[in-house]
């Protein structure tokens, strides 16, 4: 059994152990990081249009992703620490959401977390990203919730009856 597991900041220890916790021994297993590329492409662009391309040690474009690079190997580490056995780490960069449903393409099974308003059952608890990968993923996918699950009475009540 081929399983991806999206490492995302905040909620990926909901995922890795619903990994540790469901995925049968033996299964191969990939912790997948992508890191977008909005925030570095921002800062190159702001700092060329500010200051042309004459000093390209000092753009802060540069910087970012080296940091982004850093978290994404911290966090990797982290989950493969807690996953406790043996697995593949994966860093991706791109758009987010696309680079996540590339690489489910051929597994057995994907786990994401609701990033989404976590205090209410029902398609808010996703955010944008999660939901395309939801809507889009080419294979079964495992959704956890990062916390406790909202109880039932945070569903909105059905709609009225009309005779």
């Known amino acids: 059994m081929a399983v ?10 909901a995922c890795v152990d619903a990994a540790r916790t469901r995925v049968p021994a033996g ?6 990081h992508v890191t977008g590329h909005e925030s570095p492409g921002a800062a190159h662009g702001a ?9 390209p040690e000092r753009d802060p474009g540069t910087r970012m992703e080296e940091l982004a690079a850093d978290s994404a190997r911290r966090l ?8 406790g056995r043996p ?3 994966e860093e991706r960069s791109g758009r987010v959401e696309r ?3 590339e690489a489910a393409e051929g597994a057995d099974l994907l786990i994401l977390a609701r990033d989404g308003d976590r205090t209410h059952l029902g ?7 999660s939901r395309f990968v939801v ?13 406790a699950t909202p109880g039932l009475g945070s569903m909105p009540p059905p709609p009225p009856h009309h005779h």
């Open 76 to 83: 990797l580490r982290e989950a493969a620490d807690r996953l």
């Open 47 to 55: 700092f060329a249009g500010l200051l042309g391309r004459g000093h």
């Open 27 to 32: 299964s191969e297993i990939v912790l997948l």
């Open 87 to 89: 697995c593949t780490r």
């Open 99 to 101: 680079e996540v449903v």
């Open 135 to 147: 809507d889009h993923a080419p294979c079964p996918v495992l959704l956890v919730w990062p916390e």
């Open 123 to 129: 398609p808010k608890s996703l955010g944008p990203a």
């Open 4 to 13: 991806i597991v999206w490492i995302v900041e905040g909620t990926w220890p």
